[in-house]
C-alpha cells in the first residue's frame, strides 16, 4: 500500500521513541503529532510535522492527511477513548499497554470492537522479543519438564524528574503497578500460561505518592505452577527486564544479571541471559538428585528491537496482511491479572482470577 503514514498520540517518553522508529522505517512516515501540551507543539514543529490537540481535530483533516494508522501513547486513562475515537473514524491504532486504566473502561473498548472491524493492536511489545520467544519455545518444548516455580523481578529506580514531567504518574492509575507491573504480568503469561490467583502486599513508604512503590506478590498458575514477583520503582538494583535484556539502549545494561528463573522438573531457565541447568545422563542410568552436578548451556538468541519489530507488525496489520499479535481481549487478560494484584492489595486476600467478571 506504499508509504503507511503514521501519526503518534502523545509526544511523552514512549511517543517520542515511536517517533523516532517511525522515522526511521522506510515504509512508514510520521503523519502527526497528536498532544495539547504546547512543548508537543513545539516538538512538532521542530520535525517540521503537523500537530493537533486532539485526535478529533486531526481527524477533520483526515481526508487532506491520510493517516492510515495512529499509536497511542496516551496517558493510561486516555487509552480507551483514544481506541474509540480511531475505531469510529475507521483508522487502525495501536495502544500502548496497558489497553485501559479499569477493567470497566477496557469492557466499554471490547464492547465498542465487537460492532466494529477495524483492527486494534495492543503494545505488549515484548512478545516481539526474540529472547521472550526462544525462552517460551524452550518451556514448551518441555526441556525444563513440568513448571513448578517461577521468580520474577522488575526492580529499578524512578529520578524526582521522571514524575515531574508526568504529574499523573504520582496519582492513581500512573504507578509503577500499571504503568510497569502490566508488562510484567504479560510476560508471565506469554512464557507460563495463565494465572489462576494472586496474592499481593504494597507499599508507598518510600515515595508516599497516592500510589504504591514497591509491591510483592504470589501467582498460582492454572498449571499448578507457583510463582513470585517483585516489582519497586524505588531501589538501586540492576534485576529488570529494561537493564538485563539490553532491547532499549537508553537504558545502561547489566549483562550478567536476570529478571526470570523458570524452574522444573528437568531443569531451568534464567531469563534474559538464557543460561540452562540440567542434570546429565547418568552411566549407571541412576535418577538424579540434588548430589547430581548440573551441565550449564546457553540458548541462542538473535537479539532485535521488539518495538522496531512491532512497528512492522502494526504496518502488516493497516495492510490487513496479518492479525493483530495482541488483541484488546487478549490484552485485557493482562489487565485482568493487575486488576487481581490491586484488589488483592486492597483487601489482603488471595483473589481468584476467576472471580473478577471481564465482559
Known sequence: MGIIS??????????????ELITANAQTR???VVDPTPVAMAFAASLNVPHFNSLDEMFTQQGTLKINGVILATPNPLHVSGALTC?????????????????ANGRQLLNALTMSKVP??????????????????AISSGQLGRIVTVMGSAQFYKPDSYFAQGPWRSQPGGGPILINLIHEM???????????SVHAIASNAVRQFAVEDTAVMTLQFTSGALGTFTLSDTVAAPRSWEHTSGENTAYPRSPTEDCYFVAGTAGSLAVPTMRTWQYAVQADGAEPGWWTPFVEGQLPVD???????????????????????????????????????????????TVFLRDIAIH
Not at 501519526?7 to 515511536?18: K, M, Q
Open 6 to 19: 503514521l501519526a503518534v498520540a502523545g509526544a511523552g517518553l514512549i511517543g517520542r521513541r515511536h517517533m
Open 186 to 196: 504479560d510476560n508471565l503469561r506469554f512464557l507460563c500460561g495463565e494465572v489462576e
Open 30 to 32: 510520521l503523519g502527526a
Open 303 to 349: 537479539a532485535i528491537d521488539p518495538l522496531a519489530a512491532q512497528l512492522e507488525h502494526f504496518c502488516d496489520v493497516i495492510a490487513g496482511s496479518a492479525q493483530p499479535i495482541v488483541t484488546a481481549e487478549d490484552a485485557m487478560q493482562s489487565l485482568l491479572m493487575v486488576e487481581a494484584v490491586r484488589q488483592s492489595i486492597a483487601t489482603g486476600h
Open 87 to 103: 475505531a469510529r473514524h475507521g483508522v487502525p491504532a495501536l495502544i500502548e499497554k496497558p489497553v485501559a486504566d479499569t477493567l
Open 120 to 137: 486494534m493492536l495492543v503494545g505488549h511489545h515484548r512478545r516481539h522479543s526474540s529472547t521472550l520467544q526462544a525462552a517460551r519455545q
